[in-house]
């Protein structure tokens, strides 16, 4: 109950930070590039798409996934909060019932995010979207071959769902796989950066989250194999797939167990992190 209510306290905090004001910006940034590019070729074919799949797209198109989670970084730079009441928090609880506190936090977090975008893309593109476990014509038709949606592709990179993914996901099957991965990949991003922040500060927590997050999106552009020793490879479900021949590039399963064994090897680091350091410096250093 006291790990619960730690959580609970930073999930609020979390909620009521000025820096919220960023995922107003990331989800009118998410409409002028992302939805309203999609309501375009819904009218240049005349065929509604699925009320899913602007979600599906922000978690699983190759340039939306850094906007979430820079976005999310951003709202964590001020967590967890090492100040003076927190310090007495900490010592109260336990370090490392204080850590997984923190981590049940950051799940909290970004599944709160991920509603949003949910409830955000479902509602955008009403009412030209219908539901249903199919995705839409108009999605498939934005990715064949012709001159005009080469073009359109190239023009709005960030409007269209990957071809491997209505190949091999069906549209619940692909909400609730990709959900995870992307929960997963926030959630070691996040650890990455708090742990860092307690070790360091948060600029360099910060920092190294970029850092591994633009080089992961650098070298899966390029298409280098070495992309997949990195997270974001992972958090990415279309690049799974060959589109051309439909052949399997990496397992998504194992890119979960990867995920999960990522967060589990960056909890025991964080715990070690927080057991090692000088609670006296603290506050001081927030």
Not at 80 to 89: E, G, K, L, M, Q
Not at 138 to 165: C, E, I, Q, W
Request: hydrophobic share 55%; glycine share 6%.
């Amino acid at each position: 109950m006291k790990r619960l209510g730690i959580s609970l306290s930073e999930y609020i905090k979390w909620l009521k930070n000025d820096k919220q004001i960023i995922m107003l910006f990331t989800l009118i940034g998410l409409y002028m590039f992302s939805v309203a590019p999609m309501k375009e070729y819904i009218a240049m074919f005349g065929e509604p798409v699925n009320a899913f799949e602007p979600y599906v797209t922000f978690i699983t198109n190759v340039f939306c996934v850094p906007v979430i989670t820079l976005t999310f970084a951003v709202l964590m730079i001020d967590f967890p909060d090492i100040s003076a009441n927190a310090t007495f928090v900490l010592i109260r609880a336990g370090r490392a019932r204080w850590y997984r506190s923190q981590v049940a936090f950051v799940i909290m977090s970004a599944a709160t995010m991920l509603a949003v975008l949910f409830v955000f893309g479902f509602t955008a593109i009403q009412p030209q979207g219908f539901i249903g476990n199919v995705w839409s014509n108009s999605a498939k038709f934005v990715n064949s071959n012709t001159m005009d949606t080469v073009y359109f592709r190239s023009t709005n990179p960030l409007s269209y769902l990957d071809l491997s993914v209505m190949t091999n996901f069906s549209v619940a099957g692909a909400v609730v796989l990709c959900s995870l991965l992307t929960v997963l990949h926030l959630t070691f991003c996040a650890q990455l950066q708090m742990t860092l922040a307690l070790r360091f500060n948060r600029i360099i927590g910060l920092a190294a989250n970029l850092l591994m997050l633009g080089a992961g999106m650098a070298l899966q552009i390029i298409g280098l194999k070495i992309c997949w020793l990195f997270p974001f490879a992972h958090s990415t479900a279309g690049k799974h797939y060959n589109e051309l021949f439909n052949e399997m590039i990496f397992p998504i399963w194992g890119s979960v167990l990867y995920l999960a064994a990522a967060n589990l090897m960056m909890y025991f680091v964080g715990v070690s992190v927080i057991k090692r350091k000088n609670l006296s410096l603290m506050a001081k250093e927030d």
